[in-house]
């Protein structure tokens, strides 16, 4: 079944106490917004989360999308559901005061989006390309454009898509072929084909404003070439209301293993209307805008699965009785002991747990760095906090995505045979979950963005965002006491991680294929570091409330317990990354093509 | 030589006068009389010129007094005092020929006279003159500026004295620093010769080809081993008006079939830019300009349409053509076809001189290497691309092979035979590359032997005599741990099996301290212990060195800086090139010496006889010189601030460092005891508090950043000793320690962080 009740006490923990020392600034660069304020907001947020979007979950994926005459239907109960959504205001959280947005930060956003993908990740994308879409027009299109679109998608009455991906070019983005040709009065005629669009036709909004890249007649080969345009399903009419259709249709969506509910449309330009968004040729700029932050937003998918996965798998694990404890019977009244006894159940559950409160705390860390890179006063906490979050964003992306499918799948072995079946619920967890590894960037990809460009940029300048914080928390809490054990455990990781970034900086600039065959053990051991740094502050932190006094005792002795299994239980896997990144390029590479 | 004459206060004529005044030499400079109440003003104000030159002309104050201004009419009869008269007049006959009957009249037969001519034949300049005069009489071609260009073309007639020649020559070489090339008395000697043929090629071949100025460059500087200005921007460089000069010169004394002449042709676009003032880097600009009406933007002119656009990007080189010829001359399109339309006709120009101009492969590749500042010999270049493969694409093109070349046969000019470097002799035969007596090359040895002991960046020759020279072999010979490591090594087996060391390399430059990319990137992952160990380790092995039982000699080179400062500190004496410039930088970076460099610049200080008594003033000179990241710009100027001791040995030209530091390092053997270690009596806070005093001034007058007092007053608690007080004595090792933890504080400064990384990313330092 799946079971979710937002995990409101955490999120807490980690927006108002965990952080509070990493130079960032408090939400104090938001003023207005006080702790009891955002206390409401993600209590207001869970309700809806809880009661409106989990409910349509499963039968959403049941249903799925369906496809007819270039018209897309979302499943029973989304129209309503986004209606409601817009209503309560939830798309313009984050979004610029200035258009109409509400101007939340991003710290308190981030947990927002955890909880609206943990009950709906097929749902979160409809508000989530949007926002996305916001974003890249805010920072690049021109001001007669961002008056005539922002406002009613910061609203939520009109969408936004990103259409990238055509039929031969994924990745390789320099294949491209999408035409955009001068009509002469300052708008274009686009014309091509674009594949995997999310939302790029539905039926929520009364318009949708897709981006599009594509080349200009006298655009360069490759990347630099590429120009993004603004492409409105239907054009806005003297008033600014959806006027004449535009030439822009989806002509089929996809069949997919997961996130059903979802329009992934096949999408066909034919002389289709659109405006320069930026300067010509420099299109994948400010794609890259929005894919950066995307990027942020599909990790946080991944920890919202995780989170729903863990609770219905402990739901399940003290509802299904089967078997006794292997130190006896816990409940002799009963016919059998409820799974939850079981030392491997449990290390399912505590793994599931520890990555989502591991992931929970680095990702607040790096929300709380996507504010402080905007608005902190102070030019050298600006710089640190965009240092940091380029650093972050592939291990967020990556990181998170890995172990929100570990955890789906996790939740399934949980479930037994029953969590094979559809009715179970969390078959989808594992099916939805799989494509955040992929898209945006697959995690391949992102852990060679990490080692190939954040790595080395600024001679390394952008690590330094994420070991010294890390370094000074060792140096300060050595020596004997409670920590002890704990800080060693995160020195020693730490010194792999030192090691191993000092290893691939020196072989990757002789041979990138060394640095390659790095990447993603390398980004596994970054993470696994950061979730140990937040999970040692923790233990701080609820060691000094726990030494004074407080009225939180539960949550703070069980979240010492979390850190302390995630220490004894998860953190070993640092080893057997850095003895696999030691190990170099040469078994990948020892192999001739025709031994695969 | 005890005193020269130098006729002619020009450019060329002071900037030599200049260059003997370095080498120690009193120089009358003479010129005319233009202003009868103030006679020498005109050599007077060359002079003064000379002082403020940039780059200096002069490498100390010493050497500025040693010129003495006069002129013609009234002090000729001076040049009786003078060994050699050097004349640098106008490029016009008659005036030389009226200032040789003159000089006939007046000097000491036997006293050298020689033009620094660059276009007139010996034979003519000598018409007229007696047998004596013609005797002692010579060509010596100096390149601009004369301090810095290594090159000296000299040109011995039929009756020129050989003794004279060899005199001259070896004053040339060994007190002013230059190599001598002999030249034939030809028109253009060699490298001009070869030079002017090259330029005017890589031009025609721009127009011709229709590659754009920016291109041209790409493909025909970097690739080509030829500064990166290329052919345009080096035109540019030395004035667009030189060239129709140098061409009328040439063409009016080249016989008419010289390839020269087939392709001498004006480009109307050239005459019209030189007609508009146009006339490079000195003029409103050349074939690039800063415009800096569109905001300091860099701009080419269009070879087409004579108008100027903002600098183009230029065509990509392929990476393989980026080192190698071969792959540069065949790359598809533009980059291929350009650099074989200047190579192609150059180097088989250069190979044609054999005979005529020069008997020696030799000569025609030192005098582009010294003369022009190209990376490689024209010979050197055809080795590179592959005799047999040049000459087919010669014949190809339906060239004329050069004789050289078909006596060649496919075989190379320069090989390694039996660790000997030889040379193919205008004969056909492979000959031994023969060092002057005093000459000892590392590059030789090096074709010659294995290292004794190597690392990854730093290596160990047995440079013969008992005496291992230790060689820097990372990039930019920038210092790491593993130039320790190999320090370390050495130590031992020097002390077993030789008598002595010295600290030498061929590199560009000696070196620029240590690998600040890697400890920018250790500081980066808070690897502290790992930058701990970096300086720990450093400041071992230098006093290791110092303290070694065999005399170490440290010969420093072009930049020694920061670290390579410091291993020259740390060495029983220097001999150092004089074109050496060495300092401790580190507070450039938000750093102080980390090596020990901050103990021996005390020592040095206090052992200065001009030292006031105390313990205050060598602190407070230490302080001055390392907190402005003072540079010396020569080593007799290194002197001047204290880098370098007043025994320290200085050597004019930088093939006789080798040899020089060797000598002097076998000189110290017999009976060597190492350095007692010098034990400090410092000032402590107070004399801590009077040099944050003058800090504080400094940021007053807004010398100095904010960060640059926190980086001063770490400078101040090591070179006070810290808590020390005056009656305390601090030891060499307390010193050390203080530097170490001091630096160590420094190093977790994110402003310091920021100042080496924009050091790294920019070359310049930031002022936060």
């Known amino acids: 079944m799946q079971v979710y009740t937002a995990p409101l006490r955490d999120m807490r923990f980690v927006l108002n106490e965990l952080h509070q020392d990493d130079g960032f600034g408090g939400l104090s660069v938001h003023e207005e917004f006080t702790q009891d304020l955002t206390d409401a907001v993600l209590e207001e947020a869970a309700k809806i989360c809880q009661d409106v979007l989990l409910p349509i979950n499963l039968s959403g994926d049941s249903e799925g999308c369906q496809y007819e005459n270039g018209v897309v239907r979302t499943p029973k109960g989304f129209k309503e559901a986004y209606d409601q959504f817009v209503q309560g205001g939830w798309g313009g959280l984050v979004m610029p005061v200035e258009y109409g947005g509400q101007g939340l930060p991003e710290a308190v956003g981030k947990l927002v989006e955890e909880m609206i993908c943990a009950t709906n990740v097929s749902f979160s994308l409809y508000p989530g390309l949007t926002a996305g879409a916001v974003t890249a027009l805010n920072a690049y299109a021109s001001e007669e454009l961002k008056a005539a679109y922002l406002p009613k998608m910061i609203s939520g009455e009109w969408s936004g898509t990103m259409n990238l991906t055509e039929p031969h070019c994924g990745t390789d983005l320099g294949l491209l072929r999408t035409k955009a040709e001068p009509v002469g009065d300052g708008s274009y005629k686009l014309t091509g084909s674009k594949i995997f669009i999310s939302a790029g036709e539905q039926d929520l909004t009364s318009n949708i404003i897709h981006l599009v890249l594509a080349r200009l007649p006298d655009a360069p080969k490759g990347v630099k070439g590429i120009s993004l345009f603004l492409v409105p399903k239907f054009l806005p009419d003297a008033d600014g209301n959806p006027g004449a259709r535009n030439g822009v249709r989806a002509s089929g969506i996809e069949h997919k293993m997961g996130i059903k509910a979802s329009a992934t449309c096949q999408m066909q330009f034919d002389d289709a209307i659109g405006w320069l968004v930026g300067e010509p040729h420099r299109g994948l700029e400010a794609m890259f805008t929005m894919m950066n932050a995307e990027r942020v937003g599909v990790g946080i998918q991944g920890l919202g699965i995780g989170e729903a996965a863990y609770q219905s798998a402990v739901w399940y694990a003290k509802d299904r009785l089967q078997g006794r404890s292997l130190s006896g019977a816990k409940y002799p009244d009963k016919a059998a002991d409820p799974i939850i006894v079981h030392p491997d159940v449990r290390k399912n559950l505590l793994t599931m747990r520890a990555y989502n409160e591991g992931c929970r705390a680095l990702g607040a860390w790096v929300a709380r760095g996507l504010d402080a890179e905007r608005h902190a006063a102070d030019p050298e906490v600006r710089q640190r906090a965009e240092d940091f979050v380029a650093l972050m964003t592939p291990v967020v992306k990556a990181l998170f995505t890995d172990l929100g499918h570990d955890s789906a799948s996790l939740a399934v072995q949980v479930y037994g045979g029953h969590g094979y079946i559809h009715e179970s619920g969390v078959e989808q967890y594992q099916r939805d979950a799989r494509i955040a590894m992929i898209y945006e960037g697959t995690n391949g990809i992102q852990a060679l963005d990490l080692v190939g460009r954040k790595m080395g940029a600024h001679m390394g300048r952008l690590l330094r965002s994420f070991f010294h914080p890390v370094s000074a928390f060792i140096e300060e809490n050595k020596g004997e006491g409670p920590m002890q054990k704990m800080i060693e455990g995160l020195e020693k990781a730490f010194g792999a991680l030192q090691l191993s970034t000092a290893t691939i900086a020196e072989k990757g600039l002789k041979d990138p294929e060394e640095a390659g065959a790095a990447a993603s053990d390398y980004l596994r051991l970054l993470g696994l570091v950061g979730m140990a740094y937040c999970f040692a502050k923790a233990t701080k932190i609820a060691g000094l409330q726990l030494f004074f006094g407080t009225e939180d005792k539960a949550f703070y002795e069980t979240k010492i317990k979390t850190a302390t299994f995630f220490f004894e239980k998860i953190l070993p896997q640092a080893t057997t990354h850095f003895l696999a990144i030691k190990a170099g390029k040469g078994a990948l590479m020892a192999f001739a093509e025709d031994e695969f | ?768």
């Open chain 2, 1 to 768: 030589m005890k005193k020269l004459c130098v006729i002619g206060a020009g450019t060329m004529g002071a900037g030599i006068a200049a260059q003997a005044a370095n080498a120690g030499v009193p120089v009358l400079l003479l010129d005319i009389v233009r202003d009868a109440a103030d006679r020498n003003s005109v050599a007077a104000g060359a002079i003064e010129r000379l002082k403020k030159a940039e780059p200096a002309a002069f490498m100390s104050k010493a050497a500025a007094k040693l010129v003495e201004a006069g002129n013609i009419d009234d002090d000729l009869g001076r040049v009786a005092e003078c060994d050699w008269v050097i004349e640098a007049i106008v490029e016009k006959i008659e005036l030389k020929h009226a200032l040789y009957e003159k000089l006939e009249s007046v000097r000491r037969p036997g006293t050298a006279v020689s033009s620094n001519t660059s276009t007139i034949p010996l034979e003519r300049l000598i018409e007229g003159r007696s047998e004596a005069f013609a005797r002692d009489f010579l060509i010596t071609h100096f390149f601009n500026p004369p301090r810095y260009m290594r090159l000296l073309e000299v040109v011995a007639g039929p009756k020129s004295d050989p003794e004279l020649v060899a005199r001259v020559s070896d004053f040339a070489d060994r007190a002013m620093g230059k190599s001598v090339v002999r030249a034939k008395d030809t028109p253009g000697f060699l490298a001009n010769r070869v030079g002017t043929y090259w330029l005017q090629a890589a031009i025609n071949a721009a127009f011709e080809l229709g590659v754009s100025v920016e291109d041209a460059d790409a493909i025909g500087g970097k690739p080509m081993g030829v500064p990166k200005t290329g052919i345009f921007g080096l035109v540019d460089l030395v004035g667009i008006d030189l060239m129709p000069y140098l061409k009328a010169s040439l063409t009016s004394t080249l016989p008419a079939n010289d390839p020269y002449q087939a392709i001498a042709h004006d480009h109307p676009l050239i005459l019209k830019m030189i007609a508009d003032g146009y006339t490079g880097r000195k003029g409103k600009g050349g074939f690039y300009r800063i415009n800096k009406e569109a905001g300091k933007v860099k701009e080419a002119i269009n070879l087409n349409t004579g108008e100027y656009t903002k600098a183009a990007k230029p065509v990509s080189i392929p990476s393989a053509a980026q080192k190698d010829l071969r792959a540069l001359i065949s790359a598809p399109g533009v980059v291929g076809a350009y650099a074989w339309a200047v190579l192609g006709p150059t180097l088989a120009y250069a190979a044609g001189l054999i005979g005529e101009a020069s008997d020696d492969i030799l000569a025609i590749d030192t005098a582009m290497k010294l003369g022009y500042n190209w990376k490689y010999g024209p010979f050197e270049l055809i080795d590179r691309i592959g005799g047999a493969d040049f000459v087919a694409r010669l014949q190809a093109g339906g060239r004329e092979v050069p004789a050289i070349l078909t006596l060649a046969d496919g075989r190379p000019f320069y090989r390694v035979e039996e660790g000997q470097r030889q040379y193919l002799g205008a004969d056909g035969a492979y000959h031994a590359i023969a060092r002057p007596e005093g000459v000892l090359l590392l590059e030789d040895i090096k074709a010659a032997s294995k290292p004794l002991l190597k690392t990854a960046s730093a290596a160990l020759w047995d440079i013969g005599d008992g005496v291992v020279a230790l060689e820097f072999t990372g990039k930019m010979n920038a210092l790491d741990g593993e130039v320790m490591k190999l320090i370390e090594r050495a130590i031992p087996l020097v002390t077993e099996q030789y008598k002595a060391l010295v600290v030498y390399n061929e590199g560009s430059n000696f070196s620029a301290g240590a690998n600040l990319g890697l400890a920018i990137f250790a500081i980066n992952i808070a690897a502290w212990g790992e930058v701990e160990k970096l300086v720990a380790g450093g400041q071992k092995a230098y006093k290791a060195l110092k303290y070694a039982p065999f005399p170490v000699v440290s010969a420093p080179f072009g930049m020694a800086l920061g670290g390579g400062c410091e291993i020259c500190l740390n060495a029983d004496a220097v001999q150092a090139h004089a074109e050496t410039y060495i300092g401790l930088v580190e507070c450039g970076v938000g750093l102080i010496p980390g090596w020990g460099g901050c103990g021996e610049l005390m020592v040095r200080a206090a052992e200065s006889p001009k030292a006031p008594k105390g313990p205050m003033p060598p602190v407070a000179k230490a302080f001055e010189t390392i907190s402005t990241a003072t540079v010396a710009k020569s080593a007799a100027n290194a002197k001047e601030i204290g880098y370098l001791r007043p025994g320290d040995g200085i050597t004019m030209n930088r093939d006789r460092l080798l040899a020089d530091a060797k000598a002097r390092a076998l000189s110290m053997v017999e009976g060597y005891t190492p350095p007692t270690p010098p034990v400090f009596r410092l000032p402590g806070a107070s004399g801590k508090t009077a040099l944050e005093l003058a800090v504080k001034g400094f940021r007053a007058r807004g010398l100095a950043t904010p960060y640059d007092e926190v980086v001063a007053d770490k400078l101040a608690t090591v070179l006070t000793g810290g808590d020390a007080d005056v009656v305390d004595t601090v030891t060499e090792e307390q010193l050390l320690a203080l530097e170490l933890r001091e630096f160590m504080t420094l190093v977790r400064d994110s402003r310091t962080q920021a100042r080496v990384e924009h050091m790294l990313t920019t070359g310049k330092p930031l002022r936060n």
